[in-house]
């Protein structure tokens, strides 16, 4: 059967492409922060965990020798979104941004690659709309999105030689403990600004407060993610980008293609900015 490493893999996202994909038939590894994750993820058929922090270099070269002689795929799912106005983040948060969901993702691929060059393994990260299209107060999420598709972008081509496929899934709102807890993300983001930044920002953050009923009516169950996914790694020819439903393909079809004046002032609506 093949094997697969799901990295993120105790909540939200993560958590169902594990149980899907065990499910389909695949063993899975899901890569977790701590030892109670794990036992919990080694509960579940077909499953077996190891610890990995993906910003932990010393956890990521160990990686390879945690891991079965064979592996098919990576899903690179861990992540984090930290929100705010760009001018009131500090460097550490922008920091931490980009390496969890860039750096570290790009360090477990590299890290696994041998294992996938032998089994002309695929790769599949799971970026974002927001990948394709920037929203104010989450402007940190969205440059590490970007970023991420543009390395995958990259590593396509560079791995075609082996025949390594690379693939991008890109969902929109999901229904996971991110979109459920986001008034009170907000809430801390705004605790965190420093006070002339709040004061500032009063309106925007108002705005975005706002604006979180409507993104939760929308969020999608993650096994729609998972499918997705699915279709990733079986797929005879594997897309490069892989849209999670086809309002999100739609939805950033259009918003690119917009001008960027237009575009500038329907996303300030939707996010209720001033």
Known sequence: MPTVLVTGAA????KSIVSYLAA???????GVRNAADAEALSALPRVSAVTLDITDDAQVAALPEALPGRLDAVVNNAG??????????????IRRQLEVNVVGQLAVTSAVLPLL????????FISSVNGKLSAPMMGAYSASKFALEAAADALRVELRSWDIAVS???PAQT????????????????AALAPHHRELYTKHVAGMRKAIPM???????PDKVSKVVLEALTARKPKARYPVGVATAVQMTLMTKLPTRARDALLGRVFGQP
């Not at 060059?117 to 599949?124: A, K, L, Q, T």
């Not at 993104?215 to 169950?221: E, K, T």
Request: hydrophobic residues 45%.
């Open 168 to 170: 991008v899934v890109q």
């Open 215 to 221: 993104s939760q009516r929308l969020a999608v169950d």
């Open 24 to 30: 389909a038939g695949w063993d899975v590894i899901g």
């Open 175 to 190: 229904d996971t403990d991110l979109w459920r807890g986001a008034d009170q993300m907000v809430v801390d983001m705004e």
């Open 11 to 14: 909540r939200g996202i993560g």
């Open 117 to 124: 060059r032998e089994s002309h393994g695929r790769i599949v």
């Open 80 to 93: 984090i979104a930290v929100s705010g106005p760009l001018e009131g983040l500090t460097a550490a948060e």
